[in-house]
């Protein structure tokens, strides 16, 4: 190679260089913390505490990944954000005695004043739940409210000032990418361990086909007592809530799996605003295709979700779908499979609108579909919790627009009665609609709690089973 050839050489490497540098620092300068901002808004938005101190946790993250920190620095941040949760549940029941059982397991702070999230399995039927924090600090919990369609339980303590956890974008998520998942594995507090996210939309019937399984499966070491607790990318933000194993001797297997954290968000948005889950529901029967659909249907690819059923006068059938339609993408994402269809629709309220594209005949189509709730109608219906209907042992809601259309009234629907609490003990059952409260008519929960505010001493609810034929009174003392 002569002068001129190996200056030309030097030319062009030192000018590939050049460009590859700047491209590294373009990125990891602008595009990565860009994409850090915008995976937060969401969380920003869920957050009821965004000052200061999110902000601050915001920029440390920011901060950290520029460095090129390691595990190192997201387990330091997330482990005070991660508690063992310890409560008791009833095991058995008979005439001489009752069993109880301990429990144990994880659970995420996600705001400094006390909300932490938890699996519903852990804390559903369970008394006297117990919270223990990373600095070994104890405090009692109350359960919010709960979903097992998810398998998702929101728990308050009385604290203030807490380490919390940023919740990220589980969407983004990308198999074989890094995690970390945090909780309490066989009582062992605040244990970290890492694997990689081996597949996305996972469902293994730990539900028994009555929820919404669109499990994020890791290799990360889960065991016993890792339920509710923290799964977190590399930039130790909240990704998914640790559910579930895979096992046959009852250890880690390699087999471990996570309720994405965008689902968890609209769940404790939905308890935290109205009580419960505002389901999204389209009014049909689906299945996946199969090989065997597809090639008779003549599709491209084996992928879209079946329709098997429309409900008459349901969301789907209004909206122009019918049995045999194939449904390829919800908004704007792509459907594969009914995990991903329900997961997707699980993120919906009734009333909301929805972009559908179906295949019929060969044929694209598009339709906006409004979804309803169970009743069928748009209605967004609250279960009240208020401290003066927890004090009487009561759960409370507006009667909707459908029960009000088929009774012939507006009324106050009893959603549960704790049992031997005050009004448990005048024998009240679930699904009675309170109608008058001391001779005086009441047509929502707000009028029933104005009232009892107001009313000390003896109160009389009067209304009716649905069922059932006349009018039934219930006497309690409001102390």
């Known amino acids: 190679m002569n002068r001129q050839s190996k200056f030309i050489f030097f030319t062009i490497s030192l000018n590939l260089l050049l460009t590859v540098g700047a491209m590294i620092y373009f990125y990891y300068s602008f595009i990565e913390p860009m994409k850090i901002e915008n995976e937060s808004k969401a969380n920003a938005t869920f957050a009821s505490n965004v000052d200061h101190d999110y902000l601050s946790k915001l920029g440390k993250i920011i901060e950290s990944h520029g460095s090129g920190n390691n595990f190192v620095e997201v387990a330091k941040q997330s482990v005070n954000g991660v508690v063992s949760v310890m409560s008791l549940a009833k095991k058995n029941l008979n005439l001489d005695s009752e069993v109880f059982e301990k429990i144990n397991g994880s659970g995420v702070i996600i705001s400094s004043d006390g909300f932490i999230v938890t699996n519903n399995h852990v804390v559903e039927g369970t008394t006297d739940i117990v919270v223990m924090l990373n600095d070994q600090r104890q405090f009692k919990a109350k359960v919010v409210g709960g979903d097992q369609s998810t398998d998702i339980a929101l728990l308050k303590i009385e604290a203030t000032e807490l380490p919390y956890l940023l919740l990220g974008n589980s969407d983004s998520l990308q198999v074989g990418e890094w995690v970390l998942a945090v909780g309490n594995p066989h009582k062992l507090l605040s244990t970290v361990t890492a694997g990689i996210v081996s597949a996305k939309g996972r469902n293994i019937n730990i539900l028994k086909n009555i929820g919404i399984e669109s499990f994020i499966q890791t290799d990360a070491a889960v065991n016993s007592g890792n339920s509710g607790g923290a799964l977190l990318n590399t930039l130790g933000m909240v990704i998914g809530i640790n559910t579930a194993i895979i096992s046959e001797g009852g250890g880690h297997e390699g087999f471990s799996f996570a309720i994405p954290i965008n689902l968890v968000k609209k769940v404790v948005g939905d308890i935290k605003e109205f009580g419960s889950v505002q ?48 449904i390829k993408q919800i908004d704007e994402t792509k459907i594969k499979d009914m995990p991903q269809f329900s997961e997707k629709i699980g993120l ?28 069928n109608t748009t209605d967004l219906i609250a279960v009240r919790r208020d401290p003066i209907l927890q004090n009487l042992g009561i759960e409370l809601r507006d009667l909707d627009s459908y029960e009000k259309n088929k009774l012939g009234t507006k009324g106050i629907r009893v959603v549960s009665v704790m049992r031997n609490s005050t009004i448990g003990k005048t024998n009240l059952e679930p699904g009675f609609i309170i109608t008058k409260i001391n001779e005086n008519k009441v047509t929502t929960v707000n009028d029933i709690t104005d009232f009892l505010l107001k009313n000390k001493g003896n109160i009389l609810f009067e209304g009716f089973y649905e069922n059932y034929p006349g009018e039934y009174p219930y006497k309690f003392v409001n102390n």
Do not use: C, H
């Not at 309220?349 to 409004?370: A, L, M, Q, W």
């Open 279 to 326: 389901r999204g529901w389209m009014g049909l029967e689906l299945r996946n295709v199969d090989f065997d659909v597809a090639k008779e249907l003549g599709l491209s690819d084996v992928s879209g979700v079946l329709v098997t059923i429309t409900i008459k006068d349901g969301a789907a059938s209004e909206g122009g779908l019918r049995s045999g339609d194939i």
């Open 348 to 375: 919906k309220r009734p009333g909301d609108k929805v972009k559908v594209k179906y295949f019929r005949d060969g044929k694209e189509y598009t339709s906006n579909i409004i979804l309803r709730n169970q009743r």
